[in-house]
């Protein structure tokens, strides 16, 4: 079964389910979940990064085309999620075969601004 985190959040924020604080908090922390960086565009493909996910936190790339989507993990080039259609499916692991070292640079930053978000909105 898969949960829409997002509707249940808000679901259960609208019952008052938790106290001001703790809905305070999860939403800067939540905010962090959203952080996400445009980091490349091949014919039509639009490539980015995003700072956290709940199935797979292995420092990857979101691949996009039309309506197709895929996740490609940045050190091996292995797709952990999603399809393309196979001529776009190759050039996007080429690209992020290609551009590794740039890629692995754009994922640790954004790592980085979101434990400094995080760790703020914590002590904040």
Known sequence: MEYD??????????KN???????????????????RERVGTVRGIKFEVRSREQNHNRPHVHAEYDKYAISIEIETGEILAGNLPKSQQGKAVKWVKDNKDYLLGKWSDLA?????????????
């Open 5 to 14: 985190l997002k509707n249940d959040w808000r679901l259960l924020k609208a």
């Open 17 to 35: 389910a938790f106290p001001e604080e703790i809905v305070s908090f999860m939403e800067d922390v939540f905010q962090i979940m959203e952080i």
């Open 112 to 124: 980085i601004t979101a434990t400094s978000i995080m760790t703020k909105s914590r002590l904040g």
